[in-house]
Nanobody, 118 residues
Framework: QVQLVESGGGLVQPGGSLRLSCVAT????????MAWFRQAPGKEREFVAS???????RYVDSVKGRFTISRDNAKNMVFLQMNSLKPEDTAVYYC????????????WGQGTQVTVSS
């Protein structure tokens, strides 16, 4: 069973930065594609960014150039560095993982709130 625990959310002013962290309890972390999703109030959950163990990354267009996903396979951790934050980035951010051979993300963290407001 894979467990994911996020941390690092909070309140930040527009233009500010936050770094989210997620630690996974799994033996073969490098075999998992890790991702961040977010869900704003009244909206559906949306994909934000993903990272394969080989270093391939993907981003939703709205965060390209502002957010960076990275991972530390030795520590079973994935990070999301968020810069130039905007009020529309306000959401609950979820860490997610899927085994590399699977299509669906079936492991999820509990979520961490990010609020961008002056």
């Amino acid at each position: 069973q894979v467990q994911l625990v996020e941390s690092g959310g909070g309140l930040v002013q527009p233009g500010g930065s936050l770094r989210l962290s997620c630690v996974a309890t799994v033996r073969t972390f490098s075999s998992y594609v890790m991702a961040w999703f977010r869900q704003a109030p009244g909206k559906e959950r949306e994909f934000v960014a993903s990272s394969s163990s080989g270093g391939t990354t993907r981003y939703v267009d709205s965060v390209k150039g502002r957010f960076t996903i990275s991972r530390d396979n030795a520590k079973n951790m994935v990070f999301l560095q968020m810069n130039s934050l905007k009020p529309e980035d306000t959401a609950v951010y979820y860490c997610a993982g899927r085994f590399v051979a699977h299509n669906d993300y079936n492991y999820w963290g509990q979520g961490t709130q990010v609020t961008v407001s002056s």
